[in-house]
Nanobody, 126 residues
């Protein structure tokens, strides 16, 4: 059974940092792009960042560019999201996801991903 488990969320002050992790189990995803999305109450799930299967290509939402960094460790079957200089508007539940098709570029659309974690809450206080 495939599972994606996020960790590292919590409460942080504006301007601070958090590092989210997403560990996969049940199968290896070393040839699949991975992404992070987030969702706030009353809003649709939105793209945050994505990384290619090799780790050489990354894509970011404009709202987090220059502040967040996505990375991956295929040996650990894990993807990370380093969040720096966080803002109150970054408050959301953060989800990791694995793309449906191997060896394809990282995408920004949720429908490109078919494995999802349960989410981890990030709350940024002002």
């Amino acid at each position: 059974q495939v599972q994606l488990v996020e960790s590292g969320g919590g409460l942080v002050q504006a301007g601070g940092s958090l590092r989210l992790s997403c560990a996969a189990s049940g199968r290896t995803f070393s040839t699949y792009a991975k992404g992070w999305f987030r969702q706030s109450p009353g809003k649709e799930r939105e793209f945050v960042a994505a990384i290619s299967w090799s780790g050489t290509n990354t894509v970011y939402a404009d709202s987090v560019k220059g502040r967040f960094t996505i990375s991956r460790d295929n040996g650990k079957n894990t993807v990370y999201l380093q969040m720096n200089t966080v803002k109150p508007e970054d408050t959301a539940v953060y989800f990791c996801a694995v793309k449906s098709v191997p060896f394809t570029p990282p995408g920004i659309g949720p429908n490109e991903y078919n494995y999802w974690g349960q989410g981890t809450q990030v709350t940024v206080s002002s």
